[in-house]
Each structure stands twice: as structure tokens, then as C-alpha cells.
């Protein structure tokens, strides 16, 4: 286990600091893991067929470029994020079903909720960089969450 508190004190110079301008969904409050990226708008196809992959060790971000318009993530994805062994995902926007997904054993970041579901177009891409919170998010990097915020680095500090 580790606190996003300690990895700073000791790995400072490591690490880049996301602004703190998420809350946290789900009952798993600390999760870590390589990160895979995806950047979309109002249109979460592509987070279904991520989620549908191997998630052991990783985190999905979701960049869907801060929209409060609608939901990115509901129960159902968090239930399949759950089956396919994903460590967390970080959402840049909403979610809903937010009360299911609280009492499930998942960790997710996302600005709010939202009760409207998103458009299926198909539309999005998958490992590029992506930028909120003040931090590019890079695939293969690695990511650090718990209740005092997140924490990204190039290297994987818990060995």
C-alpha cells in the first residue's frame, strides 16, 4: 500500500502532480498502474472496448475533454473494469450510476456526475497523448491515486 503523500517526499523529482479538481467514485480508495490512454468526446464506445481487454496492472484515462454534459462511465463499465482486473480509471468528465458504483471495488476519478448516457458513434483514439489537470498523461507511463489526489511518473516507483 502507499499514500500519494509518501511517493512525493520521496520521489519529487519523478513525479508531476495532477490539479486536484477530481472526486472519487467507488470503494476502493488507492489504486496504481500503467496507464492507457484515450481521448473522445461525449462518446464512450471506445471505453467499452478498452474496458473488454486485459486491465491487470493498468489504469484507463479517459480524456473526454471535460464534458459535463453527459456520462463516459455507468455501473455496467465499472462492473466490466471490475471482471477484466482493471486497477482504476481517471475520467475527464462524468459518470453515473455513481451510488451502484460506490459500493463496488473499483477506484474512479471524475470531475462530476451525470445522469445522461453518451452517444455511440465510434469516434476516439486510443494511446496518444493527452492533456488535463495540468499533466500529459502518456501510455506505458504510470499513475498513482488515493484520497490526497494523483500522482504521475515515467518510472514504476512501487517495485
Same mark, same amino acid.
Given at each position: 500500500m502507499f499514500t500519494t503523500a509518501d511517493l512525493w517526499d520521496e520521489y519529487e523529482k519523478l513525479l508531476s502532480c495532477v490539479d486536484p479538481i477530481f472526486k472519487h467514485f467507488g470503494s /476502493? *480508495? #488507492?489504486?496504481? =498502474? /500503467?496507464?492507457?490512454?484515450?481521448? +473522445?468526446?461525449?462518446?464512450? $464506445?471506445?471505453?467499452? *472496448?478498452? +474496458?473488454? $481487454?486485459? =486491465?491487470?496492472?493498468?489504469? +484507463?484515462?479517459?480524456?473526454? =475533454?471535460? $464534458?459535463?454534459? &453527459?456520462?463516459?462511465?455507468?455501473?455496467? +463499465?465499472?462492473? @466490466?473494469? %471490475?471482471?477484466?482486473?482493471w486497477e482504476g480509471i481517471i475520467v475527464n468528465g462524468c459518470i453515473r450510476d455513481s451510488e451502484v458504483i460506490?459500493? %463496488?471495488?473499483?477506484?474512479? *476519478?471524475? @470531475?462530476?456526475? &451525470?445522469?445522461?448516457? $453518451?452517444?455511440?458513434?465510434?469516434? =476516439?483514439?486510443?494511446?496518444?497523448? #493527452? /492533456?488535463?489537470g495540468v499533466i500529459t498523461f502518456l501510455s506505458e507511463y504510470y499513475i498513482y491515486a488515493d484520497a490526497d489526489g494523483i500522482l504521475v511518473s515515467k518510472d514504476n516507483l512501487l517495485k
Open positions: /476502493k *480508495k #488507492v489504486f496504481s =498502474g /500503467k496507464i492507457t490512454t484515450i481521448k +473522445l468526446f461525449e462518446d464512450n $464506445s471506445l471505453v467499452r *472496448k478498452q +474496458l473488454e $481487454s486485459d =486491465g491487470k496492472g493498468r489504469v +484507463l484515462v479517459i480524456d473526454g =475533454g471535460g $464534458s459535463l454534459r &453527459c456520462a463516459l462511465v455507468g455501473d455496467q +463499465l465499472a462492473e @466490466l473494469a %471490475m471482471q477484466n482486473n460506490n459500493s %463496488m471495488n473499483i477506484g474512479i *476519478k471524475a @470531475l462530476n456526475t &451525470c445522469p445522461v448516457k $453518451s452517444v455511440k458513434r465510434n469516434i =476516439g483514439e486510443i494511446d496518444i497523448p #493527452v /492533456k488535463f
